[in-house]
């Protein structure tokens, strides 16, 4: 058991170090990469939905998002309701979200080599600790699967539509 904790935990830093490091590139820490990815897929935000989304503190965005406007990834704009400000990506930060995103080609050529059978068993693995993990209120689903394409919010919850489960609810901002 502590050997299969082991390699999770050891999966999941390689993982972090490689947003870090794409992030870094940029002069970006790994939660402003994170905001440049949903900024990427979503288009705009306010910035209280991206502290709900990426499960931080409105302030920690907002003080995330003020470094990317004076590093000239984002920018501030009226959103469709003229009473709401959003954020959207600049080019140069659209580019660097892009160049960010390049980790998950990297990591799609690795899980290639992995037979139909062997990516089936990941992904149901996966999924069910994922799952077990939200169940128990140890991770929030936005920030354990920020920028999946599969996420998809119905109300105040939260779907998977890769496992095929609800992830549980919506959390107001801290």
Same mark, same amino acid.
């Given at each position: 058991? %502590?050997?299969?904790?082991? /390699?999770?935990?050891?999966?999941?830093?390689?993982?972090? $170090?490689?947003? &870090?490091?794409?992030?870094?590139?940029?002069?970006?820490?790994?939660?402003?990469?994170? /905001?440049?990815? +949903?900024? *990427?897929? #979503?288009?705009?935000?306010?910035?209280?939905? /991206?502290? #709900?989304?990426?499960?931080?503190?409105?302030?920690?965005?907002? %003080?995330?998002?003020?470094?990317?406007?004076?590093?000239?990834?984002?920018?501030? &704009?009226?959103?469709?309701?003229?009473?709401?400000?959003?954020?959207?990506?600049?080019? *140069?930060?659209?580019? &660097?979200?892009?160049?960010?995103?390049?980790? +998950?080609? *990297?990591?799609?050529?690795?899980?290639?080599?992995?037979? +139909?059978? %062997? =990516? &089936?068993?990941?992904?149901?693995?996966?999924?069910?600790?994922?799952?077990?993990?939200?169940? =128990?209120?140890?991770? %929030?689903?936005? $920030?354990?699967?920020?920028?999946?394409?599969?996420?998809?919010?119905?109300?105040?919850? +939260?779907?998977?539509?890769?496992?095929?489960?609800?992830?549980? =609810?919506?959390?107001?901002? =801290?």
């Amino acid at each position: 058991m %502590e050997r299969t904790v082991d /390699i999770i935990l050891a999966f999941s830093n390689a993982l972090w $170090r490689l947003l &870090a490091e794409a992030s870094k590139k940029h002069g970006l820490s790994p939660l402003q990469g994170q /905001i440049a990815l +949903y900024l *990427a897929k #979503r288009g705009e935000a306010s910035v209280t939905q /991206i502290a #709900r989304e990426l499960a931080v503190s409105i302030s920690t965005a907002s %003080e995330s998002l003020k470094s990317m406007i004076k590093l000239g990834y984002v920018e501030v &704009a009226r959103g469709r309701d003229k009473r709401v400000k959003v954020v959207r990506l600049t080019e *140069a930060g659209r580019r &660097a979200a892009e160049e960010i995103s390049s980790i +998950y080609d *990297a990591l799609s050529v690795v899980v290639s080599r992995l037979n +139909y059978a %062997e =990516r &089936a068993l990941l992904h149901m693995l996966y999924a069910k600790i994922v799952g077990e993990l939200i169940d =128990r209120g140890l991770i %929030e689903t936005p $920030r354990a699967c920020v920028g999946c394409q599969f996420l998809d919010k119905a109300g105040e919850l +939260y779907i998977c539509r890769l496992a095929e489960r609800p992830l549980g =609810r919506a959390t107001a901002p =801290r």
